[in-house]
């Protein structure tokens, strides 16, 4: 089945422990991105991946890191994570950027 | 840049009413392509449609159906005779390297 897998689904976590949610595709695609949704905010762009080792930051990367080293693999990492980056994060992949996105199932992170 | 703007941020119909959902965009692309995003009470985000810039044409799906106005740079989405299945959140976005998303309608569809 063509899917975008996000792990962990649920993740609670201390300020300051770096962390990492991966998110795997099995579709090929060239396009990888991640999102970040909060109430009123919708859904905001983190950081976006045109292909292996192409990266590029999106509306707030602040505080995040990704990395594309094989093409089905986009994971999100957090250094040293805060309570403002408490939020519910999608990852997606698309063939190309005129073609639909695959979402993943989304990981709800809560950092006290 | 670009923005897409969803000016309604909560609508409440009762069924078999008609809703339209609008969603206005910026950009200074001359090609570029639209999404609708459906975000049901489950949380998972599922693919409506999709329009390039380039075709006017308005889109029926069932029930659904899509009018793309580039002169008033405006992508609005109608849901004819709703139920309460489509009780959901519905994102509009205008894509790039990644989506860009407006901050999403809640139609709310009470018996």
């Known amino acids: 089945e063509a899917q975008v897998t996000q792990n962990p689904r649920y993740l609670i976590t201390v300020t300051g422990k770096k962390l990492t949610v991966t998110c795997s595709q099995n579709m090929n695609h060239e396009y990888m991105s991640w999102y970040r949704q909060d109430p009123g905010l919708g859904l905001r762009q983190i950081y976006y991946?045109?292909?292996?080792?192409?990266?590029d930051k999106g509306d707030v990367p602040e505080g995040y890191k990704v990395s594309r080293k094989e093409k089905r693999n986009f994971p999100l990492i957090l250094e040293s994570p805060s309570p403002n980056q408490t939020s519910l994060y999608f990852c997606?992949?698309?063939?190309?950027?005129?073609?639909?996105?695959?979402f993943g199932s989304g990981t709800r992170l809560t950092v006290v | 840049a670009q923005k897409v703007t969803q000016a309604q941020t909560e609508i409440s119909v009762v069924e078999k009413e008609d809703v339209t959902l609008d969603c206005v965009y910026e950009t200074r692309d001359t090609t570029y392509y639209l999404f609708w995003y459906k975000q049901p009470p489950s949380g998972e985000l599922v693919f409506l449609i999709r329009?390039?810039?380039?075709?006017?044409q308005n889109e029926i799906s069932g029930r659904y159906s899509w009018n793309f106005q580039k002169s008033t740079s405006s992508f609005n989405f109608t849901i004819t005779a709703s139920q309460v299945v489509d009780s959901a959140v519905y994102f509009c976005a205008l894509s790039r390297h990644a989506l860009n998303f407006g901050k999403g309608t809640s139609l709310l569809v009470t018996p």
């Open positions: 991946s045109m292909n292996v080792e192409v990266t």
């Open positions: 997606a992949s698309s063939l190309s950027t005129d073609r639909a996105w695959t």
């Open positions: 329009r390039n810039s380039f075709d006017e």
